[in-house]
């Protein structure tokens, strides 16, 4: 029944995705120019690639490529889109294979499931012993869920807010938190930052900035991690 449960409502949060649309669409795509630097040959394991923002670059860097992702919706987006790629509608939990991946992305994955850090340690066993996991999910911190919080829209830099609400997220972590889900799973960090200096909400962003504007401002996040409205991390074994 609980399984019934997270499909279904996987399944109400593909219809209405906003990851391929305006200033979320870039953060995606500057998340996979982080990721790349660290790539190792091999195979690759996406998990939870939604519209497959990410998936559109990771194709031309991978031939072994394999997609795990709870949406049956997505699916079939996604085999019509990269019929090259091994597409798996399976919830993480009940995935099964005996193939070990030697990277593993997670992007904006961590802060949707419901138990961050079992899904670290079923992603840990999917690893190759030389492979790498790359997660990247929003950051508390973020200067513009500061800002909201002295002008009252938000209660604290953790509540959710109406895009995460939209999105089904489940939890806003802080740098520090991201890092002790990883060390509970067993799991070595390889490399820490952030990326994407966010002074305004997306909304406010998107009615005035260029494109130029937001690389800019992907890469000045990278200068000031710690407050960067993305944190990401990249582990090994």
């Given at each position: 029944m609980k399984n019934i449960e997270e499909i279904k409502r996987l399944e109400s949060i593909a219809k209405d995705s906003w990851y391929n649309k305006g200033a979320n669409y870039v953060t995606i795509k500057y998340s996979f120019e982080v990721f790349k630097r660290f790539f190792i040959k091999g195979s690759l394991l996406e998990m939870g690639p939604a519209e497959g923002v990410m998936t559109e670059d990771l194709v031309n860097y991978f031939d072994d490529y394999t997609i795990v992702e709870g949406s049956s919706f997505f699916c079939n987006t996604l085999k019509a889109k990269f019929p090259k790629i091994?597409?798996?509608?399976?919830?993480?939990?009940?995935?099964?294979?005996?193939?070990?991946?030697?990277?593993?992305?997670?992007?904006?994955?961590?802060?949707h499931v419901e138990d961050p850090i079992s899904i670290l340690k079923i992603t840990k066993n999917l690893l190759s012993?030389?492979?790498?996991?790359?997660?990247?999910?929003?950051?508390?911190n973020s200067i513009h869920r500061q800002a909201a919080v002295i002008m009252g829209l938000l209660k604290s830099i953790y509540e959710l807010n109406e895009s995460d609400i939209h999105h089904g997220h489940r939890r806003v972590y802080n740098p520090e938190q991201f890092i002790e889900d990883f060390k509970k799973a067993g799991l070595k960090i390889v490399k820490q930052g952030g990326y994407w200096l966010k002074p305004l909400s997306s909304k406010q962003i998107e009615e005035s900035w260029t494109n130029d504007m937001l690389v800019a401002f992907m890469k000045l996040g990278e200068k000031y991690p710690e407050i960067a409205a993305e944190t990401y991390i990249i582990a090994k074994k």
């Open positions: 091994k597409v798996v509608n399976s919830l993480f939990e009940d995935f099964k294979t005996n193939q070990k991946f030697d990277n593993i992305v997670l992007g904006h994955v961590l802060e012993d030389k492979g790498l996991i790359f997660a990247a999910v929003p950051n508390a």
